[in-house]
């Protein structure tokens, strides 16, 4: 039988010290990803592990009037538990879509963000509201916009062997948003993804728009959301059809019933901004 060497720090400069100590070794939140496939008699886990749960400055919430700061251990059900508006609806939302209640119990934010197999669900949510992660490392805290979080080819890069300490996401007002999960619901599938969007405008004058969408890879066009932002709304017939357009074209790299979702979900957030 092998044999796992679980290393239960009890404060943030704890975990910094075994990190720089074991190198190797794998953070564990929630571990319901680390043991997500596992249906064996034994659980298999990382030789080497460093648990997260038991650390005060992971599990803190600090709220002010511009943002809330998550910390990375905190669970979804704890998140979801804060008082009203303390969590962007839109985030609230992709968060209530994660499996079922008991995973939820355990799953962390943190864990959701740093997964690197793929795309979880709060990725996309906190894409459209440029939400900040702070990593820390033997070198420091480093504060990364969540968008960063996913390399050239939209493929997940947390930074390697950082500790994920806690998320900003910011309190703004948003006119429009939407979230959809499409795939199977309560479970990460290839065919598994998730539609986010926000937008604002000030004086019927589209001052924000940004759309992502994630599963296996993660898609945000910037430069298509640059034309659309300073658009008079409601947006006309001819501007619907090349942003659609653009969306669609972008999407061609999708699995084939995820690329349709996608052009489906892009034309209704158009549609509401042509009404
Ligand atoms: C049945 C089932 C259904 C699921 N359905 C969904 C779903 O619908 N949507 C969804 O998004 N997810 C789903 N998941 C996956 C998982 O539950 C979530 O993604 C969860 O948020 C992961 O958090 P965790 O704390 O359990 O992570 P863990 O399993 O503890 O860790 C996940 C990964 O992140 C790393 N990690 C954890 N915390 C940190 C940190 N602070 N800093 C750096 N690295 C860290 C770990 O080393 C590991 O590589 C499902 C899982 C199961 C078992």
Same mark, same amino acid.
């Given at each position: 039988m092998r044999v796992s060497e679980i290393h239960a720090p009890s404060s943030l400069a704890e975990v910094l010290e075994q990190r720089r100590r074991l190198p190797e070794a794998a953070f564990y939140a929630g571990g319901t990803e680390l043991l997500r496939e596992q249906a064996g008699r034994f659980l298999r886990l990382p030789p080497e592990i460093i648990s997260l749960g038991a650390v005060p400055e992971l599990r803190q919430v600090a709220l002010t009037e511009r943002f809330v700061e998550i910390g990375a251990a905190v =669970?979804?059900?704890e998140i979801l538990e804060l008082r009203e508006n303390a969590v962007p609806e839109l985030l609230a939302v992709a968060l209530r879509g994660v499996a079922t209640p008991a995973i939820r119990n355990l799953a962390t934010l943190g864990g959701n963000l740093a997964t690197r197999s793929r795309f979880m669900d709060s990725w996309p949510a906190l894409a459209c509201l440029d939400a900040l992660a702070e990593f820390r490392d033997a070198s420091g805290s480093h504060w990364v916009n969540v968008n960063r979080i996913a390399d050239a080819e939209g493929l997940p890069a947390p930074p390697a062997g950082a500790l994920l300490?806690?998320?900003r996401i910011p309190l703004e007002r948003w006119d429009a948003i939407a979230i959809r999960k499409v795939?199977?619901?309560d479970y990460p599938a290839a065919e598994t993804a998730v539609f986010a969007l926000?937008?604002?405008?000030?004086k019927g004058i589209l001052s924000e728009f940004r759309l992502a969408f994630a599963?296996?890879?993660s898609l945000r066009l910037r430069e298509v959301e640059a034309r659309i932002l300073g658009r008079r709304l409601p947006l006309n017939a001819k501007e619907r059809r090349s942003f659609s357009g653009d969306y669609r074209e972008a999407a061609s790299s999708l699995p084939p019933g995820l690329k349709q979702?996608?052009? =489906?979900l892009v034309d209704g957030a158009l549609d509401l901004l042509s009404r």
């Open positions: =669970t979804l059900a300490s806690r998320v795939g199977l619901r926000a937008a604002r405008a000030e599963g296996e890879r979702q996608f052009g =489906t």
